[in-house]
């Protein structure tokens, strides 16, 4: 069963702090790594995707990934109250045509202004 | 513009009735999948189809079914069989499919179903 694993929160910060967002994964064989937003009753919207070990930078938001320790994360700068939000982290697992994207639960942000 | 129309937007089903979630795409994606997402849950997948006419059972299939006879459309059916529907239903699409997905997947506005 392949699996990723998020904290619920919520996660509070005040305006302008650095919100960390973390998320693990138990397929080794994971390839591509996407971090979505999902207002509440709203449909999740992607931010960030990353595929190398490393960080990947955008805007405000910055996507880290270490494969060696299944683990993938993301970065808000400066955070605003309209990040106030749930982060699903999502997975596509080994490198097979008939993958698909695995969720977490997401955690919940909330930016205090 | 070009997107995923998911229709209605709220349902209500009476006990033992079967109905049917619209989802149509003109992004020209070739996979489609749908979606269940409960109350601190994530999502988790019902069914999926890669290619017209054929389509996979996902984590969740059991009183559902589907269909993909054109490349745009994969309604839902949420049958009777399915003992909890209440639930928020969402429908995506992807341009390739398993590992060469390389954006991730769009996503329809959902559709609310409820018991009544």
């Known amino acids: 069963q392949k699996e990723v694993e998020q904290n619920s929160g919520p996660l509070s910060v005040p305006e302008g702090a650095i919100a960390s967002l973390n998320c693990t994964y138990s397929?080794?064989?994971?390839?591509?790594f996407f971090w979505y937003r999902q207002y509440s009753g709203k449909s999740p919207e992607l931010i960030m995707f990353i595929y190398s070990n490393g960080d990947k930078e955008d805007g405000r938001f910055t996507a880290q990934l270490n494969k060696a320790s299944q683990y993938v994360s993301l970065l808000i700068r400066d955070s605003q109250p309209s990040d106030s939000a749930t982060y699903l982290c999502?997975?596509?697992?080994?490198?097979?045509?008939?993958?698909?994207?695995?969720f977490g639960k997401g955690t919940m942000l909330l930016v205090s202004p | 513009d070009g997107g995923i129309t998911q229709s209605p937007k709220y349902l209500f089903r009476k006990e033992g009735q079967n109905v049917t979630l619209s989802c149509e795409q003109n992004?020209?994606?070739?996979?489609m999948y749908w979606y269940r997402q409960d109350p601190g849950q994530g999502l988790r997948l019902i069914y999926y189809s890669q290619i017209v006419n054929d389509f996979q059972k996902g984590d969740i299939a059991e009183g559902y079914s589907v269909s993909r006879e054109k490349k745009e459309s994969f309604p839902l059916t949420v049958t009777s069989a399915q003992k909890n529907p209440t639930a928020f239903y969402l429908c995506?699409?992807?341009?390739?499919?398993?590992?060469?997905?390389?954006?991730?997947?769009?996503f329809g506005s959902g559709t609310r179903l409820t018991v009544v």
């Open positions: 992004l020209n994606h070739d996979a």
């Open positions: 397929d080794r064989g994971s390839q591509s």
């Open positions: 999502a997975v596509i697992a080994s490198n097979s045509g008939y993958s698909t994207l695995t």
């Open positions: 995506a699409s992807s341009m390739g499919t398993g590992s060469d997905v390389v954006d991730g997947y769009t």
